[in-house]
């Protein structure tokens, strides 16, 4: 039960999709390389009916990648014979739900998705996940062809807690990138920007609301806007926070970002942006009324898509542009957790295991939901063959994991920071100046930032 709220391939591309994946690692985590080191089940007898009879809950938040595990979700049922319940929410309402369902002891769901840019702190402290690592070394529990091994270092560093508990298992690695409309562009004569001025300038030349035409579109919504500014910040080589716990969100780079990012959504996004999530960002896109949309590269299938979508054959996937100092892309992840709290840690497991297996891992890849945390995915002949989005996605794709870095700061109380930023930034869009709105946002925020410290 469910409920809702071909192009031809280089093998040097392919044999570079690895490479890319692991530019995007976030810090070493330890005991992470133990597990990696190898297959973490053998033998040809795998008893996937074990569990057969049981019901789970699971949650998800909105997306193509949970897209997929709904549509393929009775091959899960069939072969485990194990029910299941899917509740799929927009994001901002499946994190609140997670945390207060985590906190009152009682969750409703026995896997969920994590968004570890997000929540990897704050559910590491809190212990809400199970650590899954004698699941994994189990071959009664993880079935042969699983291959922890196969992937990225990346999502296993992503995946891992620095005390070395593996809670939760890797789905998705995700880059920012710069959507355009071709069509849009070549009518103005206007060049794919490649640095922040240009794509102010293109911005500008391709605003024409007269026509409803809109430059630029990014999330404007508080919350979800943060990562806009965190990934501009990129390119003045910067971060909100450092290594040492220091906030940096005053200094000229951080107030150059948000001046960016005021100038694009104040003077050339459509109307109501301080609304826009990514679902509003995708769907004007996908109308043909904006001629940049700036988002994570996992939200392309319904734009390639003639029942969604208006610019099919029109989509221009670049990558993040330069800044003054430094070009990156803004990197993001995801994984499935079991929670610790459930007492069907069994069935869980062998969802979450289905749910990140190589086969599912490749439908990822030919769909164009996003970027697969395995490795396999880039190799696998049939998912290269039915892809379902354009060479450039692809090439982009791999070419952001060469120059990928996390966004956000990894610290435990994400959740207040983006809602306090967030905040600022909205006010940012209807005049409010940078300098100060940042500096009013780091003031309210520094003493949660010090009190997680402790």
Partial sequence: MVHRQRPEYSRRDVLRSGAALAAAAAIAAPGSRALAQGTPAAGSDFDWQRYAGEEIGVLLALSPRSDLL??????????????????????????????????????????????????????????????????LEDP????????????????????????????????????????????????????????????????????????????????????ANTPVWTSFMQGWDAVPVDDQGQLRTTEEPAVAAATLYQTLLANYAPPGVVGFNWNECQTSFAQGTVAMWF?????????????QSLVVGKVG????????????????????????????????????????????????????????????????????????????????????????????????????????FGIALTNMITGADPAQELAAATEQFRPILEQSQQ
């Fill in 70 to 135: 709904v549509e393929h979700q009775p091959e899960f049922e069939e072969l485990t014979g194990i029910r299941v319940n899917t509740d799929v929410v927009p994001e901002q309402q499946q994190r609140q739900k997670q945390v207060i369902e985590f906190t009152s002891g009682n969750p409703s769901f026995d896997v969920t998705a994590v968004s570890w840019h997000v929540q990897k702190g704050l559910f590491g402290k809190g212990g809400f996940l199970l650590d899954v690592r004698e699941f």
């Fill in 140 to 223: 009664a529990m993880t079935a042969p062809d699983y291959d922890f091994a196969d992937f990225s270092q990346a999502a296993i560093n992503f995946a891992t807690q620095p005390d070395g508990r593996i809670d939760t298992l890797p789905y998705n690695i995700d880059y920012w990138i710069l959507y355009w409309n071709t069509e849009l562009f070549e009518q103005k004569g206007v060049a794919f920007p490649q640095t922040f001025d240009e794509m102010v300038a293109a911005a500008e030349a391709l605003n024409d609301p007269g026509n409803g035409i809109y430059g630029f579109a990014a999330r404007g919504l508080k919350n």
């Fill in 295 to 307: 988002d994570g590269i996992g939200f392309a299938t319904p734009l390639e898509d003639p029942e």
């Fill in 317 to 420: 996937y670049g990558l993040q542009p330069a800044g003054p100092i430094a070009q990156h892309s803004g990197t993001f992840g995801d994984g499935l957790g079991i929670s610790a709290q459930s007492d069907k840690h069994g069935p869980a497991y062998f969802y979450a295991q289905w749910a990140t297996n190589k086969q599912n891992q490749a439908r990822v890849l030919a769909a164009g939901a996003g970027a697969p945390a395995r490795n396999s995915a880039y190799t696998d002949p049939e998912a290269l063959a039915n892809l379902t989005v354009p060479q450039e996605w692809v090439d982009t794709l791999i070419a952001s994991g060469e120059i990928g870095l996390p966004s956000l700061p990894q610290i435990v109380p994400v959740t207040e920071f983006r809602d306090i």
